[in-house]
């Protein structure tokens, strides 16, 4: 061996290996490691592909030849032989093969470096003899390897069997500096000893502020797993620049290890290949390029040890993130600054004027890195997105080819989970029942391999932190885990596989495979049922052993059902008798919906009915509505068939007369708790007298509370009873909407007169709609009453404020929403029975003249349209379109009555097209915007004009397209006639959309578009932005909670006691009279409105930028998204050619929209290359980056066409 490397020997004495090989337990050597890096770094120069194999063969080689001396050191290298052999091979791949999920995209030599191997050997002595038990010690080294997982929060529970980590998220971090043996030979050892020299050399005030001891530094690694941008940890400051490891403490209680990321070092590596022109001219290029990447690696370090601290106790029980990020923050810059003033020569010259232009010490290598990551963010998301839709549309070699582009472990399994479900899915459409459930157990293999390398949320967790992920040590620093609904989604997928295929494995007598399946989801169900995630609130409800009953009841009936079918036992009373005799095996909501959906398939109306109102009649019980199981969905499925089936005139009105009869509570508008209405749960004196009802709240008290008086500071009433009120108003919603459905001309009109039970009538439905609508208009008003509790003055109050407040906007929303869904059946009905169309005197003056065009329409009479249509464009000429929103205080009353008129203009703009009235449709377009006149004259409004506008255009434009497919064979030939037409009509609607968009505000920030007053504006975030717009001032909560209170109300409350964070600066110069109050309030809405607007790009500009750490730079932000809001300003005046575009690809007219889009793109290119040119001086004037509006920008107005053509 030493042949075949001469000058090995003499660079690295074998004995300097081997006398450690031989005779060590295993505890590091820092002599032994040093030797091996050289001898490591030896091949390297040699440039040996497999240095570690070459090297473990030369030790081997050389141990035998030392004992073949005669050494009496040597005479028996049993030890030294073993550690030669399984250190530098078997553990190697054992240790890869460990890690296949979490390290695959790893190369072997990235991982593989001199101190890992001496970590293995390590690792291998430290098992003992005897040294022939290869399996023992490579399992056993394997095991020792693998000490680090860094910050991963472990939930402790009673019902959890033991609290450690998964064996397969430990692994080793890859050393790239020991103490005592220095940096480790390869790509990252200049950069690594240079900045270990640099924080030898910075002053210990820093260090102490930064929790940073050199002395400490027993071992310097990087993070061999891929970064996942889109893990919930990103929220923890720095996380992305490393930590000591919190799980290696010395006796002392100090961390010794610390980890940064691949990442990391990776994008200051690529700063160093790629110099600028002015390092070029440079006496050392290279050597300025690495000072710079070096200092940035110690400004990085520095600051993830400010958040991690030395030791488990560096912080103390009250810290929080939001008071650690500003004191990292002047740290660094301190840093930074005085390490720039040590540097001198041709390169300091360079680096201060680099300071003074990108107004930041290292502003270059800084931004780069920032960037890098922005560029890797932005790559990774989107190609994820990309191979999840390609997998569950069905292209699993497109999906994987965008996973295999994604570095990170989460991304390949997620997408290798839907592949095989919608392969699964696939299958079973076409009855290949048998290699349908063959992927079933793919999946679950994976994901127990996600969960347990940490690709995937550990379920555990989700009950242990009530579906958060904990940042830090306080409850309050814990973000959203979304991993924990991507788990329950695939889960939910699997467990409607399983019963898809139980079901139709029965249905066609598959005994043998029902059996295995039903093994299957046992199994399944009592593996994640043991960690109780369906009692957590806050994350989707997924119980395991209730799906697995469900299924295995519904294959249990649906086999008798297909035994009784293939016997001759049928009939309609059977049939009904069956599925009663059954009932008490549906249990959850999963249960009745598998077997409706089967029923609905074989067209059985008769016991689909039977079963769907036997669930109606469990409401109570279980739900109707649970995940994919829909009891609204499948009820106007059901509806849609048996208007269609021959006994339709027997099956409907009962299917309606069996609701009103087993709805119970659910058929009554509910009380609003902690209110003062009165209307209640009452019984109707109407088609349903004699029917009993139930108090709705459920409360223990009788009554609708009236008197009851109103809720204490600390409760709120509608907190509790949300769920339940947003059940029974969907309730009704979709009741209304199956009204609405049924009536039809053709199926009235072939009703028998005179017949059948109370409530199966278009005139009791009327009759109750109308009740209803006048039971919603109260309630809303008393739920608009009820009062939220207000904020004592801190953030923490504000952001409980603003979810209490999003309750009940939510709430008053959803009931807004079902009293026009409600309306629009009334009118529906009113149409075919001529009976009255409101239920108040104060209705909508539209509402007689509505009905009577809408009696046309759905009869197809476009003449009688036509008559009709006068009447009413008179009456609604001066009804009003804009409302203010609830958020900004908006009363329900006048939201309801434009949401109505709205309604009505979208169910006629749709219809309208396709019965030849493209004229009629166009008119009423130019109505809607002149209506938009009559609204509020002040506040902020809502206009919903550009949705009425896209369903108008979309209309007509598909109704044109349908047309010119009956065209000339010769003329259709030609896409000129096509596009000159489409053009016409294009250019008639863009010109109303040129004039609506004159009127509308897009983004708050374009009240600061004009210099004039965007100066003072700045100016005022300059001089008051530090003491106000801190991280935690706005973070989201806050934010929408202080705009809804009111930002006036909110310096009032700051002025009257003594508020958290208090801004003194501002609120002396109010008070002195140097700035008024007046001007405040607007700049403070202004920027609020804007950050709410914007939140994703204040996100990138938070974690991208080292601005964002001081508050008065945030006009930096600000200046950017007055450059996106013209961007956005330009591409909604070209709305109406997308929607063109749009219409065009759905048609599947390629020819005709590549014209089409060829002229957006000639029309759009000088106003794209100029706002490109200005993006390009923003970057230049802040020394600023945003990705999030880079990536708009670059889109010159033809993405959405791009994604058109896809």
Known sequence: MDASYPGLAERVPPAALLGYLNFSDGRPDSKFQRA?????????????????TVLGAWIGAQAESLHASGSSAFRDVTQARAAATLAFGPVLAAYRNHHRDLLAHQTDPALFNSFFLARSCEAVLAQGGPWDETDRIVTGAVHRLNDYVGHRPIAVLETRPQTEFYAQERLRPVPIFLRGAGPAVGPYRDLVERAIRILEQTPDDIKDDAWFDLALLDELAFDPRAYDHGHPVNRRPNY?????????????????????????????????????????????????????????????????????????TAHDSDARLANLVPEVARYRDTFYGRLLETIGGDHGELLRAEARRLKQPFGGIRQHLNQELAKQRAAQLQNHELSILLA????????????????????????????????????????????????????EDLVTRGIECGALADPWNILGYQGLYPLFQSREDSTHDHRNEELIDALTRQFDLYARLLAAAAAVGEGRLRESLTKGVRKLATWWDQFAAYEVSDVPRLHGGERADAALHVARALADWSRRARTGETGAKEDIAFWRD????????????????????????????????????????????????????????????????????????????????????????????????????????????????????DDGQEGALAGGGPAGRTEFALETAARDLEQRLAFLSAVAELWRTAARPAYVMARPAGKGLAGDSPGAWLETALQWHHDLEEFVETLHEVEVPDPSGGVDEVMEYDRRRMTKDHLTDTALDTCVEVGRAIRALAAITDGPTAASADAAPWEAAAGRVEKAVAARRSEAVRDGLPPLVRAMGREPLLFVPLSEGGRPRPILRARATLALLESLLERFPPLGLIRETYHLVRLAKSMEKNGPESGRRVSEFDRLFRIALRSVVDTLLDAAREWDRDQTAQTEPLVEVLRKIADSFLTIW????????????????????????????????????????????????????????????????????????LLADIERGRLSRASAVQYLEVVLHTIAEHYEEYRDYNTTTTWSDYGENLYVLLDFLRLKAKYERYAWRMRPLVLAHEALCRKGLPDVAERWEKSIADFSRPLAAELMEKLAEKEAEHAVRLRTVRDRIEERFLRPLALDRL
């Not at 091996?36 to 570690?52: M, T, V």
């Not at 048996?642 to 099956?651: E, F, G, N, Q, S």
Request: net charge negative; hydrophobic share 45%; proline share 5%.
């Open 36 to 52: 091996l890096n050289d001898a490591y770094g030896f091949l390297l120069e040699r440039k040996i592909e497999q240095p570690w």
């Open 240 to 312: 992305l620049f490393g930590e000591w490891d919190p799980h290696l403490i010395d006796g002392k209680g100090h961390f010794r290890r610390f980890v940064v990321r691949q990442a990391v070092l990776d994008a200051l590596l690529a700063r160093m290949a790629a110099p600028s022109p002015a390092h070029l001219d440079l006496r050392d290029p290279q050597g300025a390029l690495l000072f710079e990447a070096a200092a940035v690696l110690s400004g990085t370090i520095l600051m993830a040890s400010g958040v991690c601290g030395d030791g488990p």
């Open 392 to 443: 569950e549309m069905g292209f699993p070699d497109a999906s994987r080819h965008y996973a295999s582009r994604i570095p990170t472990t989460s991304a390949r399994i997620l997408s290798e989970i839907a592949i095989r479900q919608t392969s699964a899915e696939v299958a079973a459409a076409n009855g290949r029942l048998t290699e349908a459930a063959g992927h079933l157990p793919e999946v």
């Open 582 to 697: 059954r009932r008490e095996g549906f249990t959850s909501p999963a249960a009745f919906a598998q077997v409706i959906e089967a029923l609905l398939v074989q067209q059985d109306w008769r016991a689909s009915l039977a079963l769907l109102i036997a669930w109606l009649s469990e409401a109570a019980r279980v739900p109707l509505e649970d995940g994919t199981a829909s009891f609204h969905d499948l009820s106007a499925r059901w509806l849609d068939g048996a208007l269609a089936a021959t006994d339709r005139d027997a099956l409907v009105p009962r299917f309606f007369a069996l609701l009103s009869a087993n709805a119970e509570d659910l058929w009554h508008v509910p009380a609003v708790p902690g209110g003062s209405g009165g209307h209640g749960d009452r019984a109707y004196e109407s088609a349903y007298e004699g029917m009993t009802y139930k108090d709705s709240a």
């Open 994 to 1065: 040129v004039q609506h968009s004159q009127t509308l505000r897009l983004s708050a920030i374009e009240a600061v578009m004009d210099d004039s007053e965007w100066g003072p504006f700045r100016n005022f975030i300059k001089k008051y932005g530090r003491e106000l717009f801190t991280a935690h001032f706005l973070t989201y909560g806050n934010v929408r909670g202080l705009l809804h209170r009111g930002v006036g109300a909110w310096l009032d409350g700051l002025t009257e006691q003594d508020a958290e964070h208090r801004p003194e600066k």
